[in-house]
T-cell receptor, first 110, second 115 residues
């Protein structure tokens, strides 16, 4: 089976940096996605990692270590609008079928 | 207009009723998915379709059925709704397999309440 773990909740201060971790145990691996979901809205794509290392996209970066089954999403210069849930998802089938973690709810405080 | 459109956006129904949630997309993607989200939880896959002739069960397909009427349309049915099917349902599309990452593009969601 698939097991994807993320912290349930995190709190950080506006302007700070926060790291959201995701660990996974899956029967296969074909890439890891991060999505952002604001309350009551649809998830939107943030990042994709398939090789080890860091992918940077503006204020957001995502890191992957396949040997450790570990990824993190790094958010810099936090803004109030970054308050949302962040979903880690693994494509373990090489078939474009992702399994999601339960998500991490991030609250950014002034 | 949204690229992935779900109807209805909100529905309240009673136990035992048949419900259909519809999804249409203008992205031209072959792959379409139905996910369910419960409060505080991630997305769980109900059914997915890689083309019009290909329908596959996801991890929680019991109590649900689907129909892929065309490349652009994928509907989800609850033949006899029960209260524990109260949830937020998302349709999604993907262009996986065309040299792309396979990221999911989601509709705005359909909130279903079964009384």
């Amino acid at each position: 089976g698939q097991n994807i773990d993320q912290p349930t909740e995190m709190t950080a201060t506006e302007g700070a940096i926060v790291q959201i971790n995701c660990t996974y145990q899956t029967s296969g691996f074909n890439g890891l996605f991060w999505y952002q979901q604001h309350a009551g809205e649809a998830p939107t794509f943030l990042s994709y990692n398939v090789l080890d290392g860091l992918e940077e996209k503006g204020r957001f970066s995502s890191f992957l270590s396949r040997s450790k089954g570990y990824s993190y999403l790094l958010l810099k210069e936090l803004q109030m609008k970054d308050s949302a849930s962040y979903l880690c998802a693994v494509d373990n089938t090489n078939a474009g079928k992702s399994t999601f973690g339960d998500g991490t709810t991030l609250t950014v405080k002034p | 207009d949204a690229d992935v459109t779900q109807t209805p956006r909100n529905r309240i129904t009673k136990t035992g009723k048949r419900i259909m949630l519809e999804c249409s997309q203008t992205k031209g993607h072959d792959r379409m998915y139905w996910y369910r989200q419960d409060p505080g939880l991630g997305l769980r896959l109900i059914y997915y379709s890689f083309d019009v002739k290909d329908i596959n069960k996801g991890e929680i397909s019991d109590g649900y059925s689907v129909s892929r009427q065309a490349q652009a349309k994928f509907s989800l049915s609850l033949e006899s709704a029960i209260p524990n099917q109260t949830a937020l349902y998302f349709c999604a599309t993907s262009d996986f397999g065309q040299g792309n990452t396979g990221e999911l593009f989601f509709g705005e969601g359909s909130r279903l309440t079964v009384l």
